[in-house]
């Protein structure tokens, strides 16, 4: 009777000694992957830094701030269904080295352009090229990592969102208030075309990748007891009317939508309201804006990440391990609420970082649902509805904000809105969504 208990013991040790002693070339690809983020929020970060400078170059009231920062996301929104299909036909590599490339132009057109209407067209394209960067990330996460892995995977690129506001923030500031604005989009597209040539040389689908070794291939095909998204049966490909009518997927599409509106809300007006609401000078208030973004890369990377695939390593049930998280962080998202009544610039951060170490550790395991909930051949397009679902909402974040500013001369009510939301986010993570597992009707 004692003979089982001994077996699992020295399988599991067999197991991480196979983890240890592997190649981590899947690793490479994870960083790579981060890295794109890492800049593509910059140029995101840019805009809101820069909105004083807007006013004085431009003459950019709150209202018209509003809709230049939702530019970005009108053409990125638009283009998340197509790109979906476009990723599943076409693959990683093809689409990540175009979409790089366009969003390089994009931040060079921001830098040298003379007028407000050729800033909207900087940010029109910026969202066009942009728009592949999340869902197609998940899918090379699919492709590279065994289930077991992919939250601290999908974490690396995630936490990257959030790391740019850390470094972005009081960088932009400075080179803003040093060099000017435009230098600060210069400098964005420098790194941005930095960065096309980077993934132009390294990436790789697995299939297609002479340097993983057999012994790495077959790890990542073995799952630990999960399929990778390789492995799993093809299914047939479904039509976007059929995956959006999908509980899952409306559950999701819910909850995700409801971070990104919290998301895009903290990540465009963050510094404005500290400046202006808390009376912080502009140099502070870009260093006060860091800190809870600090936090959330913390808790992305170790709660969201580690956490959750070190539970399910050790035998803790997926499902409930995901959801846990998920759904918990989602709740302490709520936490928003208290910056609606926050006096000072310390009590605003310490209600603002709760809220958003909570999202952002339930991020990464969100992104990582769409490899688990469908078959390979739908893993982009359930991407592309989920981001498009955020994107609508960070749309209008970003506009109904510039409103209320403007019309109330208060935050108290942008910081409610967002309450609203995540509380319906949070019916559809525990009603619709339901057990994180591919099922008859997703294949």
């Not at 209407?117 to 699919?142: C, T």
């Not at 077959?218 to 390789?230: K, L, M, N, R």
Request: glycine share 10%.
């Amino acid at each position: 009777m004692s003979a089982p208990p001994q077996m699992e013991s020295s399988g599991s040790t067999t197991i991480a000694h196979r983890r240890k002693t592997l190649p981590r070339r899947r690793w490479r690809i994870a960083w790579l992957l981060g890295l794109g983020v890492l800049i593509n929020f910059l140029d995101r970060v840019n805009l809101s830094v820069s909105h004083d400078a807007l006013f004085t170059a431009f003459g950019v009231s709150d209202v018209v701030f509003g809709y230049l920062s939702s530019a970005y996301n009108l053409t990125y929104a638009s283009l998340q269904l197509p790109i979906g299909v476009i990723l599943d036909k076409l693959g990683v590599k093809k689409v990540g080295c175009i979409s790089t490339l366009l969003w390089s132009c994009a931040s060079f057109g921001g830098a040298i352009t003379p007028t407000l209407g050729g800033m909207f067209g900087a940010r029109f394209l910026l969202g066009v090229g942009e728009a592949p960067s999340f869902p197609g990330n998940a899918k090379a996460v699919g492709l590279w990592f065994p289930p077991h892995e992919r939250s601290f995977a999908t974490s690396l690129f995630d936490a990257a969102a959030k790391l740019a506001s850390v470094i972005g923030i009081p960088l932009m500031g400075f080179v803003l208030i040093r060099f000017g604005w435009r230098w600060s989009f210069g400098l964005t597209g420098l790194l941005s075309f930095a960065y096309f040539l980077l993934f132009w040389r390294v990436y790789r689908d697995p299939a297609d990748d002479p340097d993983l070794s057999p012994e790495e291939r077959a790890y990542i095909d073995a799952g630990e007891g999960e399929q990778s998204e390789d492995e799993r049966p093809a299914g047939p490909a479904r039509s976007l009317f059929y995956l959006i009518a999908q509980r899952k997927v409306i559950g999701l599409v819910l909850g995700y939508g409801a971070y990104n509106y919290l998301f895009f809300l903290l990540l465009t007006w963050l510094p404005t309201y500290i400046s202006s609401a808390l009376h912080i000078d502009l140099m502070h208030s870009f260093l006060y804006t860091s800190v809870p973004w600090m936090i959330a890369t913390c808790t992305d990377l170790f709660l969201g990440g580690l956490l959750v695939d070190w539970l399910i390593r050790r035998g803790a049930s997926a499902n409930r391990v995901r959801r846990i998280v998920l759904i918990g962080g989602t709740t302490f998202g709520l936490g928003i609420f208290g910056a609606a009544h926050a006096t000072t610039a310390g009590q605003a951060l310490l209600w603002v970082s709760i809220a958003i170490s909570g999202l952002a550790a339930a991020a990464p395991v969100a992104w990582s649902l769409p490899s688990l909930i469908t078959s390979r051949n739908n893993v982009g397009k359930v991407g592309g509805i989920i981001n498009f679902s955020g994107q609508v909402s960070g749309i209008t974040a970003q506009i109904l904000t510039g409103y209320i500013v403007e019309d109330l001369h208060s935050y108290a009510w942008v910081f409610i809105v967002p309450v609203i939301y995540l509380a319906i986010g949070i019916l559809g993570y525990l009603f619709l969504l339901g057990r994180i597992e591919l099922t008859p009707a997703m294949e």
